[in-house]
């Protein structure tokens, strides 16, 4: 089955659902499509909602008024291009890309255009976990009622900082946590700080050292607590 078939037999399931929950009949849906110039049958209706006919913006628009039972001018209901995708599942744009049948939904409501492959939603939902893991473990580090302190510590990160959280096996944010409970400032600010103005590479060797083991120390002190050894 191609990809286009694939999709067609999405859209025709979604709106035989549509006509059965609505009452109507394949004669009618029949009778409307050739008022608007489409030659169908009762047979050609059983073909669409099977996926046997090629979509067009044409026949889509036709099977919505229909749908809609603006034929009758009585117990109306409205049909949008949206609701010819289902709630959930996976629609086959290409070859090669498919996406979730919602985000298709909500683009023929009116939503921005934005595409995530199937991959792509279940890369995102992992980082959005990972992310949270980050957070949590974070606030276990950082004093209550800091969230304006570290963002402020975290815009004052740079090269240093990253490097310092890499070499401690920290997140960005778990250093911003411990920086905010040793000195409400970045490291690099820190140093500055403790340094002198003409203090030489050597020194600021030796207070960076000296401040990556007040963290590895304050870790140790806290994780200690978090787990409940004296």
């Not at 859209?11 to 549509?18: C, L, N, P």
């Not at 008024?65 to 009585?74: D, N, P, Q, R, V």
């Not at 969230?147 to 890499?166: P, S, T, V, W, Y």
């Not at 070499?167 to 690099?188: N, R």
């Amino acid at each position: 089955m191609s990809e286009a078939e694939k999709l067609a037999t999405v859209v025709g399931r979604q709106a035989k659902k549509i006509r059965m929950d609505a009452g109507w009949t394949l004669e009618d849906i029949a009778r409307w499509a050739r008022r608007r110039g489409l030659k169908w049958s009762t047979a050609r209706v059983v073909e669409f909602e099977n996926g046997k006919i090629p979509l067009t913006l044409g026949t889509l628009l036709i099977v919505c008024e229909a749908l809609s039972g603006t034929k009758t001018l009585i117990d109306t209901r409205t049909v949008k291009l949206s609701d010819l995708i289902p709630e959930s599942g996976v629609v086959q744009l290409n070859a090669d890309f498919s996406t979730d049948a919602a985000l298709v939904k909500g683009i023929l409501a009116g939503q921005d255009v934005q595409l995530y492959g199937t991959a792509e939603v279940d890369e995102l939902l992992e980082e959005q976990t990972r992310a949270l893991s980050m957070v949590n473990a974070a606030m276990d580090l950082a004093p209550k009622n800091s969230n304006k302190l570290m963002m402020r510590i975290e815009h004052q990160h740079g090269l240093a900082e990253k490097r310092l959280a890499k070499s401690l096996g920290l997140s960005s944010v778990e250093l911003v946590a411990c920086e905010a409970s040793l000195w409400g400032q970045s490291m690099s600010a820190e140093r500055a700080q403790r340094a002198d103005e003409d203090a030489t590479p050597q020194k600021l060797g030796r207070i960076t050292r000296e401040l990556k083991a007040e963290i590895q120390d304050y870790l140790k002190s806290k994780r200690g607590a978090l787990s409940g050894d004296d």
